[in-house]
């Protein structure tokens, strides 16, 4: 039984990540690797903060806003200064790792004595689920706002968001932020959760973010009606399902950020229709970029 | 009639400096009245959608001035430009939101120029005016409101790009060959929403077209372009008595004339 709510929790708490690394891959169309540093930034965050005493709802709400201003760098630095996305991304997760060190001021900062959110005597579970419910009910009603709408549009065809009179850099700045706030906010549950928050924690965070979305669709594309966010919350689930029976037969577990390179990789491969084919189209197509356009490599040498 | 968009010594050229330079537009002038619905032909390569691009913002121009409403636009980056122009693209994907639905589609199309905020972005008293637009189309759409867009034909898509791009009145809409992609009948049938839509709105128009015969038959000021430069203008009066005859007549000679220079300069 603890096993299975243990999937439960942890899947649901990383779920919130799969939720903000949805916003930019599937409805921007933007591959952000800043997440890998922006969930442990928002870990760090709540570390320093709950050491400092501050409440824990205050250190999740601080977490958050920590993880938008990285996403608002990586937005500024893509859209501005008009650096690939990806690049963009790599520049943000190294720069975070230092200024996730510093914020915590050593590499591991246990909070087992410490008081969390989870410190109140309810079941874990309960509180996450709030958590993760929340969030995905609020995220719905933000894609059908005008503004939700906008930003939809801006993954599918910029060209139309342009037509309407809209800065296209303004509209993937702001779901930059919004991704990498969610997924700092994950990091900070994941830390008050787990009881510590630990600088390599943000490793492969990506990765398993796609990996899940892979998952959730894989299995539930068929059904009708069905939202996507409820998609990559359960696709959380069945990926940390599957980790965890990977762990029974006996895989070390540090073994498992091969496996989810492995699986993410199998699905790219597959030329199976609709599973994981948005995501392949940014990486694969996208992969083909640096080859046609030489632009960068005249400008070095 | 008063002068609604001023384009003046306008000059454009691709690749600057190296061995690909090429001249498009050196010191082109053009001045559109308002509620004019222009035709626009002219040989491949002449610079008719650089021309629409440099109106739009899409492409930057080197140099000269383009006023729309007396207002100096040539520096306004192509989102600003964008709220006062509409504009339709040859190709159908250009103008919808493919994964988004009809319904969504339209909605933004009609905030254009408005906020668009935390508020719900189809409200209960859209629908119904949503659909009765999309029925004026009359071609079905209006019972698929919640497909898809991406699901549609290439000419409904079309029309759905007209519609949106008029449904917030712009002051100009810039088509290029907006029917060129989709087969005859259909192709007919954007022209004559196209008709229908901008004389009830009353929108000025630049159109580009391949085809002679709309050329001739829409609007009331046809332009013939040549390698940047206008060569025939007809307006009024005389554009209602143009026939295709008259017009090929006019081609050959500008051929011919190219011809001519060119031999001239081998000579
Ligand atoms: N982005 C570009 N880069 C280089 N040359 C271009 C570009 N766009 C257009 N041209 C050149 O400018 C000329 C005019 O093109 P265009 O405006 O597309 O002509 P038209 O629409 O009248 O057929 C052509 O010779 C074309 O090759
Ligand atoms: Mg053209």
């Given at each position: 039984?603890?096993f299975?709510?243990?999937i439960l929790?942890q899947?649901?708490?990383?779920?919130?990540?799969?939720?903000?690394v949805?916003?930019?891959?599937?409805i921007?169309?933007?591959?952000d690797?800043?997440?890998?540093g922006?969930f442990?930034?928002?870990?760090?965050?709540?570390a320093?903060?709950?050491?400092?005493?501050?409440?824990p709802i205050?250190?999740?709400f601080?977490?958050?806003?920590?993880g938008?201003?990285a996403g608002?760098?990586?937005?500024?630095?893509h859209v501005?200064?008009k650096?690939?996305n990806?690049l963009?991304?790599?520049?943000?997760m190294?720069?975070l790792?230092s200024?996730?060190?510093?914020?915590?001021?050593k590499?591991?900062?246990?909070?087992?004595?410490?008081?969390?959110?989870?410190?109140?005597?309810i079941?874990?579970?309960?509180i996450?689920l709030?958590?993760?419910l929340?969030?995905?009910?609020?995220?719905d009603?933000f894609l059908?706002t005008k503004?939700?709408?906008?930003?939809?549009a801006?993954?599918?065809?910029?060209?139309?968001?342009?037509?309407?009179?809209?800065d296209?850099?303004f509209?993937?700045i702001?779901?930059?932020?919004?991704?990498n706030?969610?997924v700092?906010?994950?990091?900070?549950?994941?830390?008050?959760?787990?009881?510590f928050?630990d600088?390599?924690?943000?490793?492969?965070?990506?990765?398993?973010?796609l990996?899940?979305?892979?998952?959730?669709?894989?299995v539930?594309?068929?059904?009708s009606?069905?939202l996507?966010?409820?998609?990559?919350?359960?696709?959380?689930?069945?990926y940390?399902?599957?980790?965890a029976?990977?762990?029974?037969?006996?895989?070390?577990?540090?073994?498992?950020?091969?496996i989810?390179?492995?699986?993410?990789?199998l699905a790219?491969?597959?030329?199976?229709?609709?599973?994981g084919?948005?995501?392949k189209?940014?990486?694969i197509?996208?992969?083909?970029?640096?080859?046609?356009?030489?632009?960068?490599i005249?400008?070095?040498? | 009639?008063?002068?609604?968009?001023?384009?003046?010594n306008?000059?454009?050229?691709?690749h600057?400096d190296?061995v690909?330079?090429?001249?498009?537009?050196?010191?082109?002038s053009?001045?559109?009245?308002?509620g004019?619905?222009?035709?626009?032909?002219?040989?491949?390569?002449?610079?008719k959608s650089?021309?629409?691009?440099?109106i739009?913002?899409?492409i930057p121009?080197?140099?000269g001035?383009?006023?729309?409403r007396?207002?100096?636009i040539?520096?306004?980056a192509?989102?600003?430009?964008?709220?006062?122009?509409?504009?339709?693209?040859?190709?159908?994907?250009?103008?919808?939101?493919?994964?988004?639905?009809?319904?969504e589609?339209?909605s933004?199309?009609a905030?254009?120029?408005?906020?668009?905020?935390?508020?719900?972005?189809i409200s209960?008293?859209?629908?119904?005016?949503?659909?009765?637009?999309?029925?004026?189309?009359?071609?079905g759409?209006?019972?698929?409101?919640n497909?898809?867009?991406?699901?549609?034909?290439?000419g409904?898509?079309?029309?759905?790009?007209?519609?949106?791009?008029?449904?917030?009145n712009?002051?100009?809409l810039?088509?290029?060959e907006?029917?060129?992609a989709l087969?005859?009948r259909?192709?007919e049938?954007?022209?004559?929403?196209?008709?229908?839509?901008?004389?009830?709105k009353?929108i000025?128009?630049?159109?580009v077209?391949h085809?002679?015969h709309q050329a001739?038959s829409?609007g009331?000021?046809?332009i013939m372009?040549?390698?940047g430069?206008?060569?025939?203008d007809i307006k009024g009066q005389?554009k209602?008595?143009?026939?295709i005859?008259?017009l090929?007549?006019c081609?050959?000679?500008?051929?011919k004339?190219?011809?001519?220079?060119?031999?001239?300069?081998?000579?």
């Amino acid at each position: 039984m603890d096993f299975w709510i243990n999937i439960l929790e942890q899947g649901l708490l990383f779920g919130i990540m799969v939720l903000g690394v949805y916003i930019t891959y599937k409805i921007l169309d933007f591959p952000d690797l800043s997440v890998d540093g922006s969930f442990p930034l928002g870990a760090a965050v709540t570390a320093a903060a709950l050491i400092k005493g501050i409440h824990p709802i205050f250190a999740i709400f601080l977490s958050c806003i920590a993880g938008m201003m990285a996403g608002a760098v990586t937005g500024y630095l893509h859209v501005k200064i008009k650096i690939t996305n990806l690049l963009s991304g790599i520049l943000v997760m190294i720069g975070l790792y230092s200024i996730n060190l510093r914020i915590m001021q050593k590499a591991n900062v246990p909070l087992f004595n410490q008081k969390t959110i989870f410190s109140i005597g309810i079941q874990p579970i309960w509180i996450i689920l709030l958590f993760a419910l929340f969030i995905k009910i609020l995220l719905d009603i933000f894609l059908k706002t005008k503004f939700g709408f906008l930003l939809k549009a801006t993954g599918d065809n910029p060209q139309l968001v342009t037509s309407l009179g809209i800065d296209i850099g303004f509209t993937k700045i702001v779901g930059l932020m919004l991704s990498n706030g969610l997924v700092a906010l994950s990091g900070s549950l994941a830390a008050q959760y787990q009881g510590f928050s630990d600088i390599g924690m943000g490793t492969g965070i990506v990765v398993m973010g796609l990996a899940s979305i892979i998952f959730g669709e894989a299995v539930l594309r068929k059904v009708s009606f069905i939202l996507p966010t409820t998609m990559a919350l359960v696709g959380s689930m069945l990926y940390k399902m599957s980790m965890a029976f990977a762990l029974k037969l006996r895989f070390p577990t540090t073994d498992l950020k091969l496996i989810t390179a492995v699986i993410v990789a199998l699905a790219l491969a597959l030329n199976e229709k609709k599973i994981g084919a948005s995501i392949k189209k940014i990486f694969i197509v996208g992969g083909e970029c640096p080859v046609t356009n030489t632009k960068s490599i005249k400008n070095i040498s | 009639m008063s002068v609604l968009l001023q384009i003046q010594n306008l000059s454009k050229t691709f690749h600057k400096d190296t061995v690909n330079e090429k001249i498009v537009f050196e010191k082109f002038s053009l001045q559109v009245e308002k509620g004019d619905f222009i035709t626009i032909i002219g040989s491949n390569g002449a610079g008719k959608s650089t021309l629409l691009n440099m109106i739009s913002g899409s492409i930057p121009m080197d140099m000269g001035n383009i006023l729309l409403r007396e207002k100096d636009i040539s520096k306004e980056a192509e989102y600003k430009r964008t709220k006062m122009i509409g504009r339709v693209f040859q190709d159908p994907t250009m103008g919808t939101s493919p994964s988004m639905t009809i319904f969504e589609n339209l909605s933004m199309a009609a905030h254009k120029g408005k906020k668009f905020n935390l508020t719900m972005g189809i409200s209960k008293k859209d629908i119904s005016q949503f659909i009765d637009l999309v029925g004026q189309l009359s071609l079905g759409l209006e019972e698929q409101m919640n497909t898809k867009v991406g699901l549609l034909s290439g000419g409904q898509r079309q029309a759905l790009a007209l519609l949106m791009s008029t449904i917030s009145n712009p002051d100009v809409l810039l088509l290029d060959e907006h029917t060129a992609a989709l087969d005859p009948r259909t192709s007919e049938r954007i022209i004559e929403l196209t008709q229908k839509i901008v004389e009830e709105k009353k929108i000025t128009t630049l159109m580009v077209t391949h085809n002679l015969h709309q050329a001739i038959s829409i609007g009331n000021r046809l332009i013939m372009m040549h390698k940047g430069n206008i060569i025939l203008d007809i307006k009024g009066q005389q554009k209602n008595e143009l026939t295709i005859e008259k017009l090929l007549n006019c081609f050959e000679t500008v051929q011919k004339d190219d011809v001519f220079s060119d031999r001239l300069l081998f000579s």
